[in-house]
């Protein structure tokens, strides 16, 4: 006998939902502390990236996921249900609160910034594999703190 499509449907919704299930049991948090805020200025701007196939560390394309809060509120930035696999952080310190990473005539920062893994470029951003850490599969949690540098210090 044929089942009717209302319970051919809920059949195969549990069947994706038990398919998924080990994704989201995968997932992980990720928290980020910052540290090295010179004021509490404009606000904190942070992006978390995925390596993307022709597109160069920290552009946006690459980001999975961003965050913004006060300069002056403390407390990590907390970025949810993240699946196991490479990750970099790009954040600054957006101290006019413009929305930009300011940066002067050469194109060199004026505002705080930092990655992870405290990593630096040498003519501008540091690479993915410089800033990369891994969320392994299994945990619930991984945190990160990124140093913000400033220029000139």
């Known amino acids: 006998m044929n089942a009717s499509p209302a319970k051919r449907l809920a059949t195969l919704g549990l069947a994706a939902a038990a398919l998924m299930a080990p994704a989201f049991a995968s997932a992980a948090d990720l928290v980020v502390r910052i540290e090295g805020l010179r004021s509490a200025d404009g606000d904190i701007r942070v992006a978390v990236h995925r390596r993307a196939a022709g597109v160069d560390f920290p552009d946006s394309a690459g980001a999975v996921k961003a965050a913004m809060r006060p300069a002056g509120e403390t407390g990590d930035l907390v970025f949810a249900g993240l699946p196991p696999?490479?990750?970099?952080?790009?954040?600054?310190?957006?101290?006019?609160?413009?929305?930009?990473?300011?940066?002067?005539?050469?194109?060199?920062?004026?505002?705080?910034?930092?990655?992870?893994?405290?990593?630096?470029?040498?003519?501008?951003?540091?690479?993915?594999?410089?800033?990369?850490?891994?969320?392994?599969?299994?945990?619930?949690?991984?945190?990160?703190?990124?140093?913000?540098?400033?220029?000139?210090?």
Do not use: Q
Request: hydrophobic share 35%.
């Open 85 to 153: 696999g490479d990750y970099a952080i790009a954040a600054f310190h957006d101290e006019d609160g413009d929305g930009d990473l300011n940066t002067n005539l050469l194109g060199m920062p004026t505002e705080g910034y930092g990655f992870s893994n405290d990593a630096r470029g040498m003519f501008g951003p540091p690479g993915f594999d410089a800033a990369a850490f891994t969320i392994t599969a299994g945990k619930d949690r991984a945190a990160v703190t990124v140093k913000l540098g400033y220029p000139g210090s």
